[in-house]
């Protein structure tokens, strides 16, 4: 009897649980990063969003679905991981709350549960939260390195909305100023640049990415080819234009690029299952990524980015199959 099942559907011996404490491990460095220049704020932010997703889904299997405790499987606790890091350290605990609600509750369980669901959990409970308490979700405190908590409660634009400022400005003394202001790139590297509190640091972020291909959770294709696509498209844009609203580097290491393409768009359940399918879902991600972030309002463009081609995910797989040797065209 041939028995199908829903995803991820993956060629290896290991189980789904193994696969996501892998997951689990791997984004550590980027919660130590965010205590680190956040401080107890950001552990509050963490905790909450964690404890919140695993408490909606164990309360909804065990009195809505009536199934066995889903939680041991880690996934519950990668979501929260990644809907904390796609938050401010100031964030109230109570639309933590609803953002875990809405990853949890609608995003995935209304669609089945693991395997089921359409679009990427968290990146849905963030989008949500951006589109619910816009002022709240950009409040951006400056990074206050190796202090549990913030000397004064400044505040601060992130590198992205400085660099759009700037480009609008002009040659005035406003944007002078932005320019003056503008982090170097090792601090946005390292992590001391204002943002959420997961995005924050590349250095953190790409040992993650190390360990899980280390440990094969995932392949280089959806990272490689949504970075590269996104350094590409900036790169041509500042040649052509010289705005520095274009800077390559500035993209590719501050807002939530390096965090969406090494663990929200390789998720398992809402990315394509074939190569082929990754390369092309990645390069448009990347497109789309830039359009947002280039030519509209918002400075930041992964998240929607993301959502959108989670959206296209069945249709690349069936066009994108895999031709077996013989099979006619």
């Known amino acids: 009897m041939l028995k199908v099942s829903t995803n991820p559907h993956i060629q290896t011996n290991r189980d789904t649980k193994s696969l996501m404490l892998d997951v689990v491990i791997a984004l550590m460095p980027a919660a130590i990063a965010a205590v680190l220049f956040f401080g107890v704020d950001a552990l509050r932010v963490i905790l909450t969003s964690v404890a919140a997703c695993v408490m909606f889904e164990y309360l909804a299997c065990r009195y ?3 199934c066995g405790n889903t939680t041991c499987d880690y996934s519950a606790i990668i979501t929260g991981l990644l809907l904390a890091y796609n938050l401010p350290s100031t964030m109230p605990c109570w639309m933590i709350l609803i953002g875990a609600f809405v990853a949890i509750i609608i995003t995935k369980i209304c669609f089945g549960g693991l395997g089921c669901n359409i679009f990427n959990p968290a990146l849905a409970g963030r989008v949500f939260l951006f589109i619910s308490f816009p002022v709240q979700m950009t409040v951006w405190p400056k990074p206050y390195f190796l202090q549990m908590f913030s000397p004064d409660g400044e505040t601060g634009a992130t590198t992205l909305r400085m660099i ?11 944007s002078m100023y932005l320019l003056n202001d503008l982090p170097e790139y090792w601090e946005m590297f390292l992590g001391n640049t204002g943002g959420c509190i997961g995005e924050v640091s590349a250095l953190a972020i790409l040992l993650g990415l190390a360990f899980m291909l280390y440990r094969k959770v995932i392949s280089w294709h959806i990272p490689v080819y949504y970075i590269g696509t996104v350094v590409l498209l900036t790169s041509l844009l500042y040649w052509l234009t010289g705005n520095v609203r274009y800077l390559p580097l500035a993209h590719l290491l501050s807002g939530g690029l390096m965090l969406g393409a ?17 390369i092309i879902f990645a390069i448009m991600c990347g497109i789309l990524t830039v359009i947002i972030r280039a030519f509209s309002a918002y400075p930041e463009g992964v998240s929607f980015a993301i959502l959108v081609m989670n959206a296209f995910v069945p249709l690349i797989d069936k066009y994108a199959v895999q031709r077996y040797f013989g099979e006619k065209k």
Not at 164 to 174: N, V
Not at 270 to 275: D, G, L, N, Y
């Open 64 to 66: 809505w679905l009536k």
């Open 262 to 278: 090494v663990f929200m768009a390789t998720d398992y359940t809402t990315s394509p299952m074939t190569i082929k399918g990754r």
């Open 164 to 174: 759009k400022s700037i480009g609008k400005a002009g040659e005035t003394s406003q």
